[in-house]
Each structure stands twice: as structure tokens, then as C-alpha cells.
């Protein structure tokens, strides 16, 4: 039963064998235009104090599709589809729920954190569900994590390469604005996240669930200050 659980979908498997060493390099070079543009727009934040987030993140989702339709691949190469849809948001709301309570609410709630206004929740719900969440899904677990094995054939060096640049991701923006902060607890929470996500990802091949686990996740941190 246990392996069953943790067992891959038969078309996310397929689908990964398809990928050539193209494909693969068009990964590296999507995650080289995370890290130069995220770069760019921490600049602006410091030198212009305008905050460029949001368009550079539908930016980023924009020319991932456009590389998959590039390519001729369908929609659900990246986990964009409505198949197993129901069991897949299930799953990514019962597990976003349980670990943001544990990581981010509880503990919150014990420092005497007070919850954020109603309106700025509503559109903190915007803000981590599709801005952050989506995106990020669209782009590590659904684009580059897939297609990084027409570089790296076997799972566990892909998803540890993966999981490498998705921690990589978060450095660029943050260099302009508070100085290269790498840290090796950010480093293994960050990783341990992006294993959990690739899991909620394959197991239906559906973005439904990491997109929904990564949005309650950062939502349920910001919900108490």
C-alpha cells in the first residue's frame, strides 16, 4: 500500500522518457532566465524602489508555454491538465494545510502573531496561489524538472539537480537587496520542499496538487504578523 502511494503516474513516466538532450538544455537556459531576470528586477527594487514580481513572474510562465508549444508538446508535459484533477487537489490541500499549520501557523500563533487583515489576506490568496505558486510549479516541477532528464537519465540525480536550482532560484533577487545570504537550513528546507512538490506532481501528473500545496504553504506565513 505504502509503495503504492508513492508509486509515479504511468503517463508522467512516458512522458519524461521523450525528452531529448535539447529539451534538456532548454531547461538549463529557462532557469539561467529565472536567475538573470529575478537579478534584474532586485535591482530595480533597491536602486528604484519599484517591485517588478508579478509581471516577471507571468513573464516567466508565458515563455515556458511558449517553449512547450515551441517544442509541439502538449500542455500536460507540464502537468497542465484536468485528469485525475480531483484526487490531485485533494491531495495538495490535505498536505499544504497539515505542514503550513505545522511550519508556519503554529509557530506563529505561539510567538503571539496576530492575523492579518481580511483584505489583504483575499489578496495574499492572488498572491501565493497563482504569482508564486503556479509559476514556480509551472516552471521547476512542471518545465525544468521534467525535462532535465534528457541531460540526466536517472531519478535521483534529476530530481537532486532540480532540486539544486530551485534553491539557486531563490538567491538572485535577494543579492541586490540584502547582500548573498546562502544559508544551509534554507538550503535543506528548500530542497525537502521541492522533493515533497516533485512527488505531488508525479504522482498524478498534475500540477494541481504542488501548486495548491506551494500556495497554502507561503499564504498560511504571511497570514500571521
Same mark, same amino acid.
Given at each position: 500500500?505504502?509503495?503504492?502511494?508513492?508509486?509515479?503516474?504511468?503517463?508522467?513516466?512516458?512522458?519524461?522518457?521523450?525528452?531529448?538532450?535539447?529539451?534538456?538544455?532548454?531547461?538549463?537556459?529557462?532557469?539561467?532566465?529565472?536567475?538573470?531576470?529575478?537579478?534584474?528586477?532586485?535591482? /530595480?527594487?533597491? &536602486?528604484?524602489?519599484?517591485?517588478?514580481? @508579478?509581471?516577471?513572474?507571468?513573464?516567466?510562465? !508565458?515563455?515556458? +508555454? *511558449? %517553449? /512547450?508549444?515551441? &517544442?509541439?508538446?502538449?500542455?500536460?508535459? @507540464?502537468?497542465?491538465?484536468?485528469?485525475?484533477? !480531483?484526487?490531485? +487537489? *485533494? %491531495?495538495?490541500?490535505?498536505?499544504?494545510?497539515?505542514?503550513?499549520?505545522?511550519?508556519?501557523?503554529?509557530?506563529?500563533?505561539?510567538?503571539?502573531?496576530?492575523?492579518?487583515?481580511?483584505?489583504?489576506?483575499?489578496?495574499?490568496?492572488?498572491?501565493?496561489?497563482?504569482?508564486?505558486?503556479?509559476?514556480?510549479?509551472?516552471?521547476?516541477?512542471?518545465?525544468?524538472?521534467?525535462?532535465?532528464?534528457?541531460?540526466?537519465?536517472?531519478?535521483?540525480?534529476?530530481?537532486?539537480?532540480?532540486?539544486?536550482?530551485?534553491?539557486?532560484?531563490?538567491?538572485?533577487?535577494?543579492?541586490?537587496?540584502?547582500?548573498?545570504?546562502?544559508?544551509?537550513?534554507?538550503?535543506?528546507?528548500?530542497?525537502?520542499?521541492?522533493?515533497?512538490?516533485?512527488?505531488?506532481?508525479?504522482?498524478?501528473?498534475?500540477?494541481?496538487?504542488?501548486?495548491?500545496?506551494?500556495?497554502?504553504?507561503?499564504?498560511?506565513?504571511?497570514?500571521?504578523?
Amino acid at each position: 500500500m505504502i509503495k503504492g502511494f508513492f508509486a509515479t503516474d504511468a503517463a508522467y513516466k512516458e512522458m519524461r522518457s521523450r525528452y531529448t538532450a535539447v529539451d534538456g538544455l532548454l531547461a538549463i537556459g529557462l532557469w539561467m532566465l529565472v536567475m538573470g531576470l529575478y537579478y534584474a528586477i532586485g535591482v /530595480v527594487a533597491v &536602486r528604484k524602489h519599484i517591485v517588478l514580481g @508579478i509581471p516577471a513572474n507571468f513573464l516567466l510562465m !508565458g515563455v515556458c +508555454l *511558449l %517553449l /512547450v508549444l515551441g &517544442r509541439g508538446q502538449k500542455l500536460a508535459s @507540464i502537468g497542465v491538465t484536468g485528469k485525475k484533477l !480531483g484526487k490531485s +487537489l *485533494l %491531495l495538495g490541500a490535505v498536505a499544504g494545510v497539515v505542514l503550513s499549520f505545522l511550519m508556519n501557523v503554529l509557530p506563529n500563533l505561539i510567538a503571539g502573531g496576530k492575523v492579518i487583515p481580511v483584505g489583504k489576506a483575499i489578496y495574499n490568496v492572488f498572491y501565493y496561489f497563482v504569482v508564486i505558486g503556479l509559476a514556480e510549479e509551472i516552471i521547476f516541477r512542471g518545465y525544468i524538472q521534467t525535462r532535465i532528464y534528457g541531460l540526466i537519465k536517472k531519478d535521483v540525480p534529476a530530481i537532486a539537480m532540480t532540486g539544486v536550482l530551485f534553491y539557486a532560484m531563490h538567491l538572485p533577487y535577494q543579492m541586490p537587496v540584502n547582500g548573498m545570504q546562502l544559508s544551509l537550513v534554507n538550503f535543506a528546507i528548500m530542497f525537502a520542499l521541492h522533493i515533497v512538490m516533485n512527488f505531488l506532481h508525479r504522482k498524478y501528473n498534475s500540477l494541481a496538487a504542488p501548486t495548491v500545496f506551494h500556495g497554502l504553504l507561503d499564504w498560511g506565513g504571511a497570514l500571521l504578523r
